[in-house]
């Protein structure tokens, strides 16, 4: 989407645009957004309606493996929102593996989270091209206060921001 026109004129787009380019990135929502797609590494598609349902949506599959244990776990598509099923033998602040739950792939590393327990925000693409910065992430401490999906670019622009205070 273009910022400025050939003038050099900022363009204000209208709510209809901003919606189609939000859809095309894989976002959806009136007043709570959601993901409407995620990927592993590899490829593979994380959302799938026979998923765990959070608000009548389908949620998130991810294998997440401890230390000493393991589970298949869903977690809510709403952004900002901490939801999970599963994952009750977890511990609050156990670090944990966040892995595809088809291809056992392990999700890539965008940055530190700032919790007591020094967690790592994890990347889940909301396209096959894992390169692209179109993502969402949460914190892989189970029990963090930032363990809800957000947008990638977001974290990542407050790490940076507090980086330079």
Known sequence: MDHFDEEG???IPDKDSIKSELEKR????KEDLHVTQVY???GHEMIMSDNA???GLPGIKLFL???NKEDIVYISPFLNKRQRTGGDDFGLGDKLEVR???CNEKMR???PCDCQWNGEYVMLSLDKNP???NAVCFCDIWGCPKGDVRLAGEVVAEYIRDYRL
């Open 9 to 11: 004129k900022l363009i």
């Open 26 to 29: 894989g976002l959806k929502g």
């Open 40 to 42: 592993c590494p590899n």
């Open 53 to 55: 349902k959070f608000d």
């Open 65 to 67: 493996k401890g230390e």
């Open 100 to 102: 595809c739950p088809i």
């Open 109 to 111: 590393v965008i940055g």
């Open 131 to 133: 390169d692209n910065r």
